[in-house]
């Protein structure tokens, strides 16, 4: 027997924003100044609930907390990891059994290499047409 979901009302995609429909874009992107999209390439931050292929959705103007993950320039490449605060320092916790902490300078955190923080992750549970191989 199947129960009912309390899911609310389904929107159709082929309706426009505004009264009767959803502005995914707004809803995912407020600020779109200081967003950004990327896609994850590798299998690391599963247990995060980001999946090879994702995109992110990275908003600069999102004040960082411990438990976040974030992406962070790092010697000319970019790092996507989960943040933690220990005291006073914020570190960047290692992705493979092996790897270190990255302690990020708190006191020059803007310069640190802090590129903004993932706000959303979307991926597919579904092949699409277009994704089938």
Same mark, same amino acid.
């Given at each position: 027997?199947?129960?009912?979901?309390?899911? %609310?009302?389904? +929107?159709?995609?082929?309706?426009? &924003? %505004? &009264?009767?429909?959803?502005?995914?874009?707004?809803?995912? #992107?407020?600020?779109? +100044?200081? =967003?950004?999209?990327?896609?994850?390439? $590798?299998?690391?931050?599963?247990?995060? %609930?980001?999946?090879? $292929?994702?995109?992110? #959705?990275?908003?600069?103007?999102?004040?960082?907390?411990?438990?976040?993950?974030? +992406? #962070?320039?790092?010697? $000319?490449?970019?790092?996507?990891?989960?943040?933690?605060?220990?005291?006073?320092?914020?570190?960047?916790?290692?992705?493979?059994?092996?790897?270190? #902490? +990255?302690?990020?300078?708190?006191?020059?955190?803007?310069? =640190?290499?802090?590129?903004?923080?993932?706000?959303?992750?979307?991926?597919?549970?579904?092949? =699409?047409?277009?994704?089938?191989?």
């Amino acid at each position: 027997m199947l129960a009912a979901l309390p899911l %609310g009302q389904p +929107i159709p995609c082929s309706v426009n &924003a %505004g &009264a009767e429909g959803l502005d995914l874009h707004a809803a995912l #992107v407020p600020d779109p +100044i200081c =967003s950004f999209y990327m896609r994850v390439s $590798g299998h690391g931050l599963r247990s995060h %609930g980001i999946h090879d $292929g994702d995109l992110l #959705v990275i908003d600069r103007s999102i004040e960082p907390r411990s438990g976040d993950v974030a +992406i #962070v320039a790092h010697q $000319g490449k970019f790092l996507l990891r989960p943040l933690r605060r220990q005291g006073e320092q914020w570190l960047l916790e290692p992705q493979r059994p092996g790897e270190g #902490v +990255i302690v990020l300078d708190l006191e020059s955190f803007d310069r =640190s290499g802090l590129f903004g923080v993932v706000a959303h992750a979307v991926h597919h549970l579904a092949r =699409s047409p277009s994704r089938r191989r």
